[in-house]
């Protein structure tokens, strides 16, 4: 463990390795007060926002999502994280590499920017966990891993399917994402799998679809580990879109559907995904204007997190 006795650990960790206390009410707040840095020298995971917005199709808001998630974290980033029997943050080296910068006033740029923010951090040799935003943010973030690591094998939660049909052309849209990475081979349907569905879209492109009905009659574990036998030894990118939850887990998002998962549901889902090959990861769709208490900033923190273990156990 890092046993620095300096508050604002942002600013003033000297080791990108270690857990230490710091009080949770005050202070810088990374995410898990982890170094603001731009320096990418000798690090393993990039923790990155991107506060982009306006593609969403019902309540905007979630560009504060990046914002909301890391005050959250700070309640949780004095100790390992629970129930992982080791702490992530002494086998990665891991930065907050602060938010995509990109102009809102050209919105046709702002999926170049997306994809070029990551595409400088994969080419550095980072890992990178991606906290948003709308889901959008995911199709550039996809087009980036898949020219790292080649076609990918699609881990996705959420309410809503993503592959609303877009023949015309490329929408900038939160629910075309996955109809164009599958169309362009960014994803492999065969080897993903879509968890938590309970809207309706009767093509679902070859992906398995596992939703929200039949996540709640089955255990966590046999959710797992069907996800595992379907993505195999594949590159792996995990998307979560906090809707997934459902609204009374995670109110503060902007398009709420009643029938999802509990938070421990899907938490014990992640941690059952141990051994997959991951190499991409985003948090995405947390709007904390519809939010109470924190609960969904919190729990977003929360599964950010479990991706982080489930990335460091590779």
Request: proline share 6%.
């Amino acid at each position: 463990m890092d046993h620095s006795p300096s508050n604002d650990q942002a600013f003033t960790r000297e080791s990108l390795y270690g857990t230490a206390a710091e009080p949770t009410y005050a202070g810088v707040t990374s995410f898990m007060r982890r170094r603001y840095s731009r320096d990418l020298t000798g690090v393993d995971l990039v923790i990155s926002g991107v506060p982009f917005d306006t593609a969403t199709s019902n309540r905007p808001g979630s560009r504060f999502g990046p914002r909301a998630i890391r005050a959250a974290s700070v309640q949780m980033a004095w100790a390992r994280h629970y129930p992982w029997e080791f702490d992530p943050f002494e086998r990665l080296a891991c930065v907050d590499y602060g938010d995509c910068l990109f102009d809102h006033g050209r919105p046709e740029s702002v999926p170049a920017s997306i994809q070029a923010h990551a595409e400088q951090i994969l080419e550095a040799g980072c890992g990178l966990l991606t906290l948003g935003g709308d889901h959008f943010i995911s199709y550039p973030l996809l087009k980036a891993h898949a020219r790292r690591h080649g076609p990918l094998a699609l881990i996705h939660f959420d309410a809503h399917s993503d592959t609303w049909p877009d023949p015309e052309h490329e929408r900038i849209d939160h629910g075309t994402m996955f109809y164009h990475a599958a169309r362009q081979g960014l994803v492999d349907p065969a080897c993903s799998v879509q968890v938590g569905l309970r809207t309706t879209n009767d093509d679902v492109m070859g992906f398995q679809v596992l939703d929200a009905r039949e996540v709640n009659r089955s255990s966590p574990e046999t959710i797992a580990e069907r996800i595992r036998a379907r993505v195999g030894q594949q590159p792996v990118y995990l998307t979560f879109d906090i809707d997934c939850l459902d609204p009374a887990f995670a109110p503060g998002t902007g398009t709420p559907v009643c029938g999802g998962l509990s938070t421990h549901q899907a938490l014990e889902i992640l941690r059952g995904l141990r051994g997959i090959n991951l190499v991409g990861m985003d948090l995405v769709e947390v709007a904390p204007a519809y939010d109470s208490a924190e609960i969904t900033a919190l729990a977003g923190a929360t599964l950010a997190m479990e991706m982080i273990c489930l990335y460091a156990a590779r």
